[in-house]
């Protein structure tokens, strides 16, 4: 069935007629009438295109639209590709942005990303892990993470590196990734499926990496973008994993997004105290049920105990990892998950919070489990 289109506000109506020939269904309607032509009550097209080369701003039609027809994609085309109306289009929920000169093969392309889209709902899982301070063993939790759902699972999984420069989760992975993750922010209007696909490398280990970058940022980066990138990888991929940055509001939308966020901590008071701040406004901000604390590197003969720990933190420990240095430092130093190996207890305990953060089945063998997490699995 033909992709239903309607085209607001423009003057070019040799548009409608090149959309026709492109097996559009499609027709015009001024913005005045616009009520008229699409009552509240009514289903709408499968696309709007906003033609906004003649105002001076993006009209408050799109915002109306986007909330009345939730299911119609929409697509912006303007003079120029300009930044801040851009951010404004983004935070109504519209990505898909023409530049003049109108070129109809990227036209094209844009109405049948956003046609797909209202037939492809988000449905991957995105995950994201937060340390509480540097060098708590975050990325290494991310890294491990992702490997097992990738091979626990046998479905795709994106790990995403959001340190957005000088991260390392290449560096656990073994590789040397052309492009960045900074590239797939800084190109968020072009961003489809094939596009995310070229910016990734594929690991040895199972889960395609979308890496940090190795540029110097240049400014801030609008927080709407990585909550975009983040939301659509979802719909690529059945497991996104997140390596986030700590203490970077930047990444707060991208946490938004995510179904689960595991902040992660250790046994030193000074990092407790920043990860009873980190959990408890997340909590707040995402819902406590969303937000899981994490002990890595744990030492049972510690002064600070899981008790401790979760009077500190104001809520349980959900997830302990075992201290295991040794195997740590040897897997980074081979440039491979330590969970590729499974011959630790580490490794077995990444699988088991994988198979629980990813909703798949717990092993038979499991039922009778005993030691530290499983005295902690029952908690909530």
């Known amino acids: 069935m033909p992709i239903s289109v309607t085209l607001v506000g423009t003057s070019d109506r040799d548009l409608v007629a090149a959309l026709k020939q492109r097996g559009f269904r499609a027709s015009f309607v001024a913005l005045g009438n616009l009520d008229a032509a699409h009552p509240a009550a009514s289903k709408g097209p499968d696309a709007f295109i906003f033609d906004i080369r003649e105002m001076e701003r993006l009209p408050r039609e799109v915002a109306i639209v986007k909330r009345q027809f939730p299911t119609s994609g929409i697509v912006i085309i303007a003079r120029a590709l300009d930044p801040t109306t851009m951010l404004e289009a983004m935070r109504i929920g519209v990505s898909e942005w023409v530049a003049e000169p109108v070129n109809l093969d990227d036209l094209n392309a844009s109405l049948k990303r956003v046609a797909r889209a209202i037939t492809r709902p988000m449905m991957g899982k995105a995950i994201a892990v937060l340390g509480a301070k540097g060098g708590v063993g975050s990325t290494t939790v991310a890294v491990n993470l992702a490997t097992a759902l990738r091979r626990l699972s046998s479905q795709p999984t994106l790990l995403v590196d959001l340190h957005l420069a000088h991260g390392d989760a290449a560096v656990f992975m073994g590789v040397e990734p052309r492009f960045s993750v900074l ?32 540029r110097r940022l240049q400014g801030a980066v609008e927080t709407m973008r990585v909550r975009a990138l983040t939301e659509f990888a979802t719909t690529a991929y059945n497991y996104v994993v997140l390596d986030c940055p700590r203490a970077d509001a930047t990444m707060v939308e991208a ?126």
């Open 183 to 214: 590239d797939a922010i800084e190109n968020i209007h072009r961003l489809d499926e094939t596009y995310l696909k070229g910016l990734v490398v594929t690991t040895k280990a199972g889960p395609d990496l979308l890496a940090s970058s190795n």
């Open 255 to 380: 946490i938004d997004a995510a179904s689960m966020v595991v902040v992660v901590a250790n046994q030193e008071l000074a990092t407790l105290r920043s990860a009873s701040r980190i959990a408890a406004d997340l909590r707040t901000r995402c819902g406590a049920e969303r937000v899981k604390v994490a002990i890595s590197r744990f030492d049972p003969q510690s002064d600070i105990s899981i008790a401790d720990v979760e009077r500190v933190m104001g809520g349980p420990v959900k997830y302990v990892f075992p201290s295991d240095y040794r195997a740590a430092v040897a897997a980074l130093n081979r440039g491979e998950p330590l969970f590729v190996q499974n011959h630790s207890g580490l490794a077995a305990t990444f699988e088991e919070v994988a198979r629980e953060l990813g909703g798949l089945p717990v092993k038979a063998r499991e039922a009778g489990r005993s030691g530290l997490f499983a005295m902690l699995g029952g908690r909530r």
